[in-house]
């Protein structure tokens, strides 16, 4: 029985009116289910010219990748860009392009992670929706959206898989969720995930992959990079948090590993264009270690949940080419969380906790 006069409701209470309260299924209202939607940055569909120039050309059209005025921007973009670039990212693809399933790893970890999470979470008594999308190319956030809501989602969480956060990455997630819900007269309620750099979940997780890493290879580096991607200085000089948020989460993890500034250094990679972005760089720093007498290191990638082209051609396949080149010995990439037990306690973690109340 209920109480409905008691002033205080009782976890009791509330489950009871929880079974009242559940979806009445009448046809048009179609509701109190719950939605986790993780989304990565983005893949092209294939590999040649025509599939890459049209995820080129939505990736590098928002507003929050390149921040130069448009028209300046487009005369590059339409004129040069997606005239040269579509061929020569379409050969870096190939390198690591999963010809099993024809798609990029990129793609084909984000999935089983959705698939993972959604194992280890369970369907919570079919309140519970697990999802994933990506913000450029397919699935699209929008579908996705539009898909859980159609099937009774009316609360989502939208889990932008950056730990640190920056306007080109983060931020731009969030916008394309405002423009769809723009869209919707029935507006399910959001809430996006904030984020977890300096989480103690996340960072220990980096320094077990470390450790494992290089016990199981018998390796002892002389040094480790961790090499996040970049951006242009200049977004940083206007407030962009994501430098601060690499630098905290590698002084956490020098603690968790008990290692020196001189054993983790942080260096920046994936540059793209003229401006000056974020250094020290990884490649450069990579050929001066090799050519000051460094024999042996390792690179891992802590801002990237999946490997994908950034971690598996520029560090795996062209970083570990230079250094050899320039005198270095033994290179190693350290893999990405990816879907790995450690991976997936981490998103785990951030999803049970951002969901609190919800489920
Ligand atoms: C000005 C351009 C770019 C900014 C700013 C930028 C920021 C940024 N990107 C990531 C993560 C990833 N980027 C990836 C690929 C990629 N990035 C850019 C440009 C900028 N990124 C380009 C042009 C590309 C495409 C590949 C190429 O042509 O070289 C990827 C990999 C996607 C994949 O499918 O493998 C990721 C991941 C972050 C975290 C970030 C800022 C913090
Ligand atoms: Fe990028
Ligand atoms: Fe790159």
Known sequence: ????????????????????????????????????LLVNLGTPDGTSFWPMRRYLREFLSDKRVIEWSRLFWYPIL????????????????????NKELNESPLRT???????KLAERMGNGGGRLQIDWAMRYGNPSIRSRLEALKNDGCDRILVFPLYPQYSAATTATVNDEICRAM???????????????????????????SVERHLAALDFEPELVLASYHGIPQSYFKKGD???????????LMRDVLGWSKEKLRVTFQSRFGPEEWLQPYTDKTVE???????????VMNPGFVADCLETLEEIAGEAGEIFEENGGEHF???????????????????VRRELGGWI
């Open 1 to 36: 029985m209920i109480d409905y006069a008691a002033t205080t409701v009782s976890p009791e209470q509330e489950r009871e009116f929880q079974k009242l309260a559940l979806p009445d299924g009448h046809p048009q209202v179609k509701s109190g289910k719950v939605g986790v």
């Open 78 to 97: 339409y004129g040069i860009v997606l005239n040269t670039r579509p061929k020569k990212s379409g050969k870096a693809y190939e390198e690591i392009w």
């Open 109 to 115: 970890i984000t999935r089983s992670q959705s698939d």
């Open 182 to 208: 723009l869209e919707m007269r029935w507006q399910p309620a959001i809430r996006t995930v904030p984020p977890y750099h300096d989480d103690l979940v996340y960072v220990t997780a980096l320094a077990k």
């Open 241 to 251: 948090p994501y430098h601060c948020h690499c630098m905290k989460t590698t002084r």
């Open 288 to 298: 001066q270690l090799a050519k000051d007498g460094v024999k042996r290191i390792a």
């Open 332 to 350: 190693t990439h350290i893999p990405c969380l990816n879907d790995s037990d450690l991976g997936m306690d981490v998103i785990e973690h951030v």
